[in-house]
């Protein structure tokens, strides 16, 4: 009895041909290194890079992204490479796409588009996949055309011939329809995430968001943080899409609630940044920050740039924060000590990350305001949180404990309003000496 071979279902691999236009606009980067990393993202998504190609231009051609010869030459890479995918490194318009997939008869896509993809493939949970559809759709809508895998088709026959839609026309009303529905599931997220955030904010711990460039290490220091696995760390980008949180016990023993985010990258699309607006809102509601920096890579002060500028477009890029040279143990010994206001770990090994908890406290207790009140008795469970949540000294005295030292404000507020209300019912004097 013969036995047949099992059916391959893996769809083949693609090859990639990467193109890249260098303006010189972009300080620090060349068209060969954005390239470089351009490559690490078609792999990520599984392609197979076999080339690349750049062109110096004062600006991108807006037909051809390249100049019309150089796209010309590039059916001589295709005939010496078997390309069946055409990266750019820049986001390209639906004319450029068009004529460069008209002369070259394979798949155009840019570096959004790839970016996109790599999203899709990585986001595990439902809030994840919602994020990523609505991004999708958003940067799907203005490149309609009828070349496009429709959503639906309108229907034939009797009734419906005459004037009417025309199939782009009703792709795009589909396509709004299914955003606005995207975008109202998001909202929903985001309001579940207040609900949380809310509930965090009555416990009183301090909140911590850790950010930085894909790849930084901001899992594996989450990980080294809480000393055990409980974020998805992995040597590839954007590994993370869903925040992780979790308890971390500081320097001085106190408790702060620790997030993983989603990382950055260079030119990131904005669709992504507004449909993720709900997830890095994590980023905007916590008391400080810790930027992850891969002190090893020579474009760290880019990565750095580029974080910078999401920061200040989600309205967070003020907010007091703790940068952290992370992969220490990749740096030769002449490296030298870390500047002012970093820290120098290796989350991978465990260098450095006592001294980071230090210092993560120090750099909340500074946040903290003074307080010297007397709180009465009957705020039992008020007074039970506070040697967890603040460096405080507490009088015992007949009615009264006199709270003095350092907490946080959202502590401060409430012990100042429980030291009001008791007065406010009856003189009660300072039992404290």
């Known amino acids: 009895m013969s036995t047949r071979a099992p059916i391959d279902l893996a769809p083949p691999v693609e090859r990639a041909f990467l193109i890249a236009v260098d303006t010189g606009e972009d300080p620090g980067w060349t068209a060969e290194e954005s390239l470089a990393e351009l490559a690490a993202l078609a792999s990520t998504a599984g392609a197979e890079v076999v080339g690349a190609e750049w062109q110096n231009r004062r600006h991108v051609d807006p037909n051809w992204y390249l100049g019309r010869g150089k796209a010309e030459e590039l059916l001589q890479a295709k005939s010496e490479t078997g ?16 004529s460069l997939e008209s002369l070259l008869g394979v798949k155009v896509i840019d570096r959004s588009r790839l970016i996109l993809d790599i999203f899709a493939l990585h986001a595990q949970t439902h809030e994840g996949r919602l994020q990523v559809e609505l991004a999708q759709l958003e ?10 895998s429709h959503l639906s088709r309108t229907g034939g026959g009797i009734g419906t011939r005459g004037p009417g839609e025309s199939q782009l026309e009703t792709d795009r009303r589909l396509i709004r329809e299914r955003i606005k ?79 993983d985010t ?4 260079h030119k990131l699309p904005h669709q992504l940044v507004d449909a993720f607006r709900a997830t890095l809102e994590e980023v905007t509601r916590a008391d400080a920050l810790l930027e992850v920096v891969d002190a090893a890579d020579r474009h760290a002060p880019e990565h750095r740039a580029t974080v910078q500028t999401v920061l200040d477009e989600l309205g967070a890029g003020d907010k007091p924060r703790l940068v952290v040279l992370n992969k220490a143990d990749l740096l030769g010994p002449d490296a030298g000590g870390p500047p002012p206001g970093s820290v120098l770990v290796s989350a991978t090994t465990g260098l450095g990350i006592d001294t980071l908890r230090d210092e993560v406290s120090a750099l909340l207790a500074s946040l903290w305001e003074e307080v010297d009140v007397a709180v009465p008795y009957t705020a039992g469970e008020l007074l039970a949180r506070i040697r967890e949540r603040g460096s405080v000294g507490l009088d015992y005295g007949a009615r009264s404990v006199r709270v003095s030292g350092r907490v946080a404000p959202a502590l401060a507020a409430e012990l100042r309003a429980a030291a009001a209300g008791a007065t406010g019912a009856r003189p009660v004097p300072d039992d404290g000496p």
């Open 83 to 98: 390309f069946d995918l055409l990266v750019a490194d820049d986001e390209l318009s639906p004319a450029q796409q068009r």
């Open 181 to 259: 529905r995207m975008r109202e599931r998001v909202e929903d997220v985001r309001r579940q995430r207040q609900t949380a955030s809310r509930g965090r904010d009555r416990r009183l711990y301090p909140t911590v968001a850790i950010v930085g460039y894909t790849n930084a290490g901001k899992s594996t220091l989450l990980n080294a943080l809480v000393g055990s696995e409980v974020a998805r760390a992995e040597d590839r980008l954007f590994a993370t899409l869903d925040p992780t949180s979790r308890q971390v016990r500081l320097g001085d023993g106190q408790l702060a609630i620790v997030t």
């Open 262 to 265: 989603v990382g950055f990258i």
């Open 139 to 148: 940067y799907q809508l203005p490149r309609l055309t009828r070349l496009w």
